[in-house]
């Protein structure tokens, strides 16, 4: 069983030369995630949502505090989908999907064109990434992250850049392949109605990257975002995400 | 586990996209085509030369050339006793050109993949090979002839040093321009070291590597004319200045003729066809899908 610990993680970058301040993009984060449950991190843009992932992937070192990130006590393997998609454009979509894989052997072929085949994408296996659409370039980056067997699953507003029928549908895909692998998810997002679409469990992040509420959404699979149980749900993250925003300007005047 | 041999086919999950829908082939005008564009290009410079023929009597004729390129190929007498040379002379600088370019090639290119890869070469070698770049193959041709005398050995060096920068130039270029979300995306999915640098830089830098390479070997071409024609005394370049001193334009024009041939010919059936090649990814128009997805 996949574990994902953080403690009091705090990542602050250094000025720049054309951002002369430092920054604090995450300010103490702690959580833990155990098990097959779906995790959303919902906040607005610039709460550190995606430092938070290159974090926990580790492709970013974190300025304090500790993060575990294990698979039955040991380093659990990752699989990331990034808001772009991150494909090699000289590379055909199997072998971006190849190029990920951890062992190369015909199995590993066909585990691939089985990903590609959950996320309906068996006919252009041969194509350049640049030949297929936005949503279907995402669709690669999902089946990639599937590919590598992960214990852990990171997405980072992977449909933000799809326009909103593009996303509804891939919402689905990931919905319906997520159920089949049921992996440790963590999933970030600015959407609120996405969060509850998807989530088990919504950690709400503010500016300064700090955890201001840990919501449980305890809705049958599958779910549509028009469901009034998603609804109702969402409503209540968006009255809590008011009266956060309502105190934090209140402290302002204060100060 | 494998989910893959779980579920060795997902019926409910592959409903296909549709079917990919190439666009219509446009038809080009046959005055636009290559071919014809080529062929007017060439009678245009017949025609001038021509009327050059006419007006300075130190030009000479496109008749005149003719001949005496078919004197200096079939190895028959230019009168007294000089006679046609060409293979020869070929051979030679064919032989130089080779040497250069194999010892040229693979070390510009591996300082390029040093400079574009490494923040550390960069500040030590960026400026170097700017400075070799930016000399002119006149530079090396007199420096290579000092240190090295009559021979075959400044004609390589020249070359060499002439496809250096360009390799190194374009393909460093070519690698830091490399999108570093992808860099990140190997980081995250572990991809080995070895696999990264053969999908991840040689792959991005490939169409760079190739225009490396096409420019090295047209600039180099002419570095090693260049010194042939002053520092030695075998070659192409060589021959090429022996008419011209004999006062033979006719022989001159004829050997610059030749190569100009060689270098268009190296690059329509050899260079631009790899150029072709290595950019084909960028150069797929985008299918659109049945399906209904908006994009
Ligand atoms: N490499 C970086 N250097 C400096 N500041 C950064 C860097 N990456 C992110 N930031 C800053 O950190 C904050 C959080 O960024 P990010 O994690 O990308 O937020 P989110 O993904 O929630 O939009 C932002 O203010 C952003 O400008
Ligand atoms: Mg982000």
Redesign the pocket.
Known sequence: MATILIENLTKV?PP?PT?PQQ?Q?LGGVSMSVTGNVFVAVL??????????LNIVAGVEEPTAGAVRVVQDGVPAQVGYVFQEPRLLPWRSVLDNMLYVQNRKSDRSKREAEFYLSMVGLSDVAHLYPAQLSAGMQQRVGIARAFLVNPDVLLM??PFSHMDALTGRSLRDYLQRIWAHTRKTALF?T?DVGEAVELADRILM?RPG?VVFDDIPVNLQRPRRPDDAAVRAVETEVLRRFDSMEAAVRFGDQRN | MSYAADLPTAPEFSQAPGTPQSAPAQAVHWTRKPWFINALAVAILLVVWQYLNSVNERVPSINEVVSFLGVELGGGSHGGVSRGEFWGPLSISLQRYVIGLAIGVPVGGLLGLLIGGSRRFRSVLNDTVLVLLVLPSVVWAFTASLWFGIGSTAPVVAVVLTAVPFMAVNLSSGIRGLDPGLALMSDAFRVPRLRRATHLLVGGALSNAVTGVRLALMTSWNSLLIVEWFGTASGVGWRAKHWYDAQRFEGFVAWILLFVVFITLLDWLVLRRLEHRSTRWQQQPTLTFAEGEVT
């Open positions: 970058y720049t951002y920054v993009a906040g607005p843009s610039g709460s550190g949502k995606t430092t938070l980072d507003e970030v600015h992040l990257g």
